[in-house]
């Protein structure tokens, strides 16, 4: 990973960050699609992770930790993740799992950084960096080629979530092309250990755009919902994107909606281009919150499938 790229992920993880610490809220009210899957779409891409082991070549890996690069981003958070099976594999019952583990060596190391700069223990344990923990994406060129090319689609993937202070699990994607807000980025689902502990039920889906994000002056887009028994039993989280308008919610029920602007630009309005599911673990930090190390084994998110329908071409 270049080391553009590689600042590229960090402003995704700090947009990420900042914007779920700031302000802002909202969303367009009356959304017009709803989350029924509509009987005209097929599917295009699942994993139901039938198989057992590493994760098939449907994912990639994002490797590293806050702060790499040279560049301060982030949120502090106290993960590094990697492609180890003690962080990611699948299960005997059909499951992804994304596990944080405690503790940081040089086994560790992915070398996620920019090869004039490479990942270096004593450097990553002077960030505070204390566990590892995963990040797959979906950012392949097979992915985008089984989407035909666009983004538009009915989106689902079936999780059971960490609701654990110090956690920060989260369901999104991000824009294939361009640089952070202006790429945009959709949260499906987000899960705040620094913010969530007291009331575990909470859940959270938002957009980043140019015009809405964490340090603009119309604030980031998000919504907050209650979802009954959230930490103790799968839920589908789910995202149905349109040409114009984003709708997301748990178990068919709507959280968030965001319509295209009238006279919209790609300021307000960059979600017409490919994008990629993202699904990860964070530990620590502002959004994590802090927690016991002896908590992390209970961080584990674990993921039935991912699929994703589209309308007819
Ligand atoms: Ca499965």
Same mark, same amino acid.
């Given at each position: 990973?270049?080391?553009?790229?590689?600042?590229?992920?960090?402003?995704?993880?700090?947009? %990420?960050?900042? +914007?779920?610490? =700031?302000?802002?809220?909202?969303?367009?009210?009356? $959304?017009? &699609?709803?989350?029924?899957? !509509?009987?005209?779409?097929?599917?295009?891409?699942?994993?139901?992770?039938?198989?057992?082991?590493?994760?098939?070549?449907?994912?990639?890996?994002?490797?590293?930790?806050?702060?790499?690069?040279?560049?301060?981003?982030?949120?502090?958070?106290?993960?590094?993740?990697?492609?180890?099976?003690?962080?990611?594999?699948?299960?005997?019952?059909?499951?992804?799992?994304?596990?944080?583990?405690?503790?940081?060596?040089?086994?560790?190391?992915?070398?996620?950084?920019?090869?004039?700069?490479?990942?270096?223990?004593?450097?990553?344990?002077?960030?505070?960096?204390?566990?590892?923990?995963?990040?797959?994406?979906?950012?392949?060129?097979?992915?985008?080629?089984? %989407?035909?090319? +666009?983004?538009? =689609?009915?989106?689902?993937?079936?999780?059971?979530? $960490?609701? &654990?202070?110090?956690?920060? !699990?989260?369901?999104?994607?991000?824009?294939?092309?361009?640089?952070?807000?202006?790429?945009?980025?959709?949260?499906?689902?987000?899960?705040?250990?620094?913010?969530?502990?007291?009331?575990?039920?909470?859940?959270?889906?938002?957009?980043?755009?140019?015009?809405?994000?964490?340090?603009?002056?119309?604030?980031?887009?998000?919504?907050?919902?209650?979802?009954?028994?959230?930490?103790?039993?799968?839920?589908?989280?789910?995202?149905?994107?349109?040409?114009?308008?984003?709708?997301?919610?748990?178990?068919?029920?709507?959280?968030?909606?965001?319509?295209?602007?009238?006279?919209?630009?790609?300021?307000?309005?960059?979600?017409?281009?490919?994008?990629?599911? %993202?699904?990860?673990?964070?530990? =620590?930090?502002?959004?994590?919150?802090?927690?016991?190390?002896?908590?992390?084994?209970?961080?584990?998110?674990?993921?039935?499938?991912?699929?994703?329908?589209?309308?007819?071409?």
């Amino acid at each position: 990973m270049s080391t553009s790229s590689k600042f590229k992920q960090s402003m995704v993880t700090l947009g %990420l960050c900042l +914007t779920a610490c =700031g302000g802002g809220g909202g969303g367009s009210a009356s $959304p017009s &699609v709803d989350l029924n899957l !509509p009987t005209t779409y097929s599917l295009k891409w699942s994993d139901e992770f039938n198989t057992a082991g590493s994760p098939s070549n449907n994912w990639t890996y994002d490797i590293g930790a806050p702060l790499l690069g040279g560049t301060v981003w982030g949120n502090s958070e106290k993960q590094y993740y990697t492609t180890l099976p003690k962080n990611s594999f699948i299960n005997s019952n059909g499951e992804l799992i994304l596990q944080p583990v405690a503790g940081v060596d040089a086994n560790d190391m992915g070398n996620g950084d920019a090869s004039s700069t490479p990942d270096v223990l004593s450097t990553i344990q002077a960030r505070g960096v204390t566990a590892t923990s995963a990040r797959l994406t979906t950012n392949t060129a097979g992915y985008y080629s089984a %989407l035909n090319a +666009t983004p538009y =689609g009915f989106y689902e993937v079936r999780a059971q979530i $960490p609701c &654990v202070a110090g956690a920060w !699990p989260a369901i999104w994607m991000m824009g294939k092309d361009g640089v952070w807000p202006a790429r945009g980025e959709i949260d499906i689902m987000e899960w705040f250990g620094s913010q969530f502990t007291t009331q575990p039920n909470q859940v959270q889906s938002g957009v980043h755009s140019t015009t809405n994000h964490w340090g603009s002056a119309a604030g980031l887009l998000y919504a907050k919902k209650n979802v009954a028994n959230m930490c103790t039993e799968f839920h589908k989280f789910q995202l149905h994107w349109t040409a114009n308008e984003i709708v997301m919610g748990v178990d068919g029920v709507t959280t968030f909606s965001y319509k295209k602007p009238a006279n919209a630009t790609t300021n307000n309005w960059p979600f017409s281009q490919p994008a990629y599911l %993202l699904l990860n673990v964070a530990v =620590g930090g502002n959004l994590g919150g802090s927690f016991n190390v002896n908590d992390i084994p209970n961080m584990k998110m674990t993921v039935d499938y991912v699929k994703v329908w589209q309308p007819p071409s």
